[in-house]
């Protein structure tokens, strides 16, 4: 019998067969420091029927490659390769080996499609409904002890190369009860804040940091992805933050599950949340439950097709592919 882990990746790899790849490039002379950029992506999105985006891709591993700058490159948090190759070493992975790059997500559930955080995939989503597309983009949350606040707020406040002003508990630590702009100040170079205190979505002097809980409870994106965001949202946008764990999407009349690690440890049985999920979604019926429940055991991260199939057809292709 096929473990389920194995079943995953072999329905993951079976979707990266049949969409079509691409490859990211990035050549470096000898001794240059990598630069970070990005551009705006927008997928396409119509609710309830088109609400998995983006593609999954291939990557061939480089010398010198980390699993942190493949990541970066990709418009992925740490946490998203982590997951899906936890036994892989991130400073060094082997050099060469061909890798699936998981670009591509399941929606969060969410009201307003205006600006929305999902805490416990450490991802954000910007939705622009006059024309249903949607960005994306990962991002580091708040720690154990200082969790990032859930609800609806709005952004009250834009600040460019902002002062950081040092919580009374860290004061010590840094010698000083705030810290000027620049490179060392941990809110990079750009800060919105929203309506929940101190807490804000900003950048960080630590890329290192997104995929990862790090902060006192606000928001880190990457350098080159707060640049983008940061001018596209108005003062009053309403931010939605949610924790869900689970989200189930459909695509071209597929079902698909993306289920994460309960990384603030809210869920208490998470299988049963994962069923009474599927039991209250308009999916019930057309989902694999052995599929379903193997890719809730993995919980990878990583968008799985549970959808239930009429045949084994597709299973043997798979087999066939991993030979």
């Known amino acids: 019998m096929m473990s389920p882990k194995r079943s995953v990746v072999l329905l993951l790899i079976a979707l990266c067969i049949s969409i079509e790849m691409t490859v990211p490039r990035l050549v470096l002379a000898e001794g240059d420091e990598e630069e970070f950029t990005a551009t705006v992506k ?43 190759y936890p ?72 600040r460019t190369n902002p002062v950081w002003y040092v919580p009374l508990s860290l004061q010590s630590k840094y010698g000083m009860t705030m810290m000027p702009p620049g490179p060392e100040n941990p809110l990079g170079e750009f800060m919105m804040k929203f309506s929940a205190g101190a807490y804000g979505v900003h950048g960080t002097a630590m890329p290192w940091a997104v995929g990862r809980l790090v902060t006192h409870g606000c928001i880190r994106c990457y350098p080159e992805h707060i640049r983008i965001l940061y001018p596209q949202v108005p003062i009053g946008t309403k931010l939605e933050i949610v924790y869900e764990p689970l989200k189930l999407g459909q695509r071209d009349g597929q079902v698909f599950v993306e289920a994460h690690p309960d990384v603030y440890q809210r869920v208490e049985d998470y299988t049963r949340y994962a069923l009474d999920k599927l039991a209250r979604s308009p999916f019930a019926n057309l989902v694999d439950r052995k599929r379903f429940l193997a890719a809730v055991e993995l919980q990878s991260g990583v968008p799985t097709n549970v959808t239930n199939l009429p045949s084994d057809d597709d299973a043997s292709k798979m087999v066939e592919f991993m030979k």
Not at 64 to 77: Q, V
Not at 97 to 102: D, G, H, N, T
Not at 128 to 148: A, F, H, L, N
């Open 42 to 84: 927008r997928y396409p999105y119509r609710i309830p029927d088109l609400t998995v985006i983006g593609n999954p891709s291939w990557y061939k591993v480089k010398d010198k490659d980390t699993l942190l700058d493949i990541a970066r490159r990709s418009g992925l948090g740490f946490n998203e390769l982590d997951l899906l």
């Open 87 to 158: 036994h892989m070493d991130a400073w060094i992975p082997p050099s060469g080996k061909k890798i699936v790059v998981p670009t591509f997500w399941v929606l969060p559930t969410n009201q307003l499609q205006q600006l929305v955080i999902n805490v416990a995939e450490l991802r954000l989503y910007f939705f622009d409904r006059k024309s249903s597309t949607v960005q994306t983009y990962p991002i580091g949350i708040g720690d154990e002890g200082w969790e990032t606040p859930l609800g609806t707020f709005s952004v009250t406040d834009k």
